[in-house]
């Protein structure tokens, strides 16, 4: 763990978060400023920075987390926006290694330049459904729209 870094407070759950899943390797939570209603993180417990250091025995159960994740996501649209950003060019905020899984609601949307926080309620009804796993045979049709 490095001191300082919020994502491992959060692995460690000495920091609160809108946890939705957790296995040996790996946590998912809600961003805090999220792009799009449902943006979520993926993480490695492990402290490292970039993906270039994830240990490759752990390769599985990062895309492993990171693909169930994005089935539960499919639960409010088939449309999103998996990603890393490496670097504070790239626009890395957080220089723990994390996957960003971005829903996407309307064509031609950009994301917002300026991330609300997350509304406290909405999160508590993300939670119920993106923690859960039922995603797992989402409708194929038909997305629900972000809220507010
Ligand atoms: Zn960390």
Redesign the pocket.
Known sequence: M?ED?I??SIASRAAPAHILWEDEHTMAFLDIFPLSRGHTLVIPKR?IDRLTELPPAQYGAMLGAVSEMCRRIEQLTVNYNVGINQGAIAGQIVF?LHFHIIPRYREGEAFPRRRLPLDPADAAELSRMLSNGGGRAPPREGTAPPKG
Request: proline letters at 0%.
């Open positions: 490095a870094c994502f491992c402290h723990h």
